[in-house]
């Protein structure tokens, strides 16, 4: 069933460029999927559309069978809030602590302390960091602190998490122990949607892969099917 939906969606800048050329696409929920491309292909641009940071300048973003354009401005940060996403530069507030980082996207839900506390230890033993929650982000590697970003990301339950190169500043091993973590999250019914240009990477992880270029969709390579795979 469709969940994601790009119905001919254009999104043209200022200067009349295009970052999204009448990309149409569907993705079901509970899938990973890969957006691909050269720099300034369309990845982010999608990805930003999909958040509601920017609109389409024509066409239709469809989460869940509601256009992300007719949103409120009340039902926009509620929507928000049903997203997880992770950055290539995870933006960690170096003056508290990894627990505090994980909590922040609880604090703003206003749940009781009892129950942010509980979530967020959840989410630092999904990526394997139960040990650093009193620790600042400045004591940790930079595969810890991206496993951090991801942690916040997840710690509210999103029903979509949206990554933008969550690898681009990790080693081969680093990078699929974060690839492994995304499926973990889709095997627990997130979908997700990861932009990497790491075609090597992206390859061995049995997933479709949308490949973006000038902003048009160029080439939808589906997964392999379960007999396939056994073949």
Not at 35 to 64: C, E, F, N, W, Y
Not at 73 to 89: E, M, S
Not at 141 to 165: H, K, Y
């Amino acid at each position: 069933m469709s969940f994601l939906q790009l119905q001919r969606v254009t999104r043209r800048f200022d200067n009349g460029s295009e970052g999204l050329s009448d990309v149409s696409l569907d993705i079901e929920q509970g899938s990973m999927v890969f957006l691909t491309g050269h720099s300034g292909a369309g990845k982010s641009t999608l990805l930003k559309l999909l958040i509601g940071a920017q609109m389409p300048t024509s066409g239709r973003v469809v989460v869940d069978g509601s256009d992300i354009a007719q949103l409120g401005p009340g039902a926009l940060p509620w929507y928000r809030r049903q997203l997880g996403i992770v950055l290539q530069d995870h933006n960690l507030l170096n003056d508290r602590t990894v627990f505090d980082n994980v909590a922040l996207p609880l604090r703003v839900t206003h749940l009781a302390a009892k129950e942010i506390a509980r979530r967020v230890r959840g989410a630092l033993a999904t990526v394997d960091l139960s040990d650093r929650g009193h620790l600042y982000p400045r004591h940790l590697s930079t595969g810890e602190q991206q496993r951090v970003g991801i942690a916040r990301a997840v710690v509210n339950r999103p029903q979509i998490i949206l990554a933008d190169e969550p690898t681009g500043n990790l080693d081969p091993y680093l990078s699929r122990q974060v690839m492994a973590l995304f499926h973990q999250f889709k095997d627990l019914g997130s979908t997700v949607l990861v932009a990497s240009h790491d075609i090597d990477l992206i390859k061995d992880q049995g997933c479709r892969i949308l490949h973006l270029s000038q902003g048009a969709l160029v080439q939808d390579t589906q997964a392999p099917s379960a007999t396939a795979e056994q073949t």
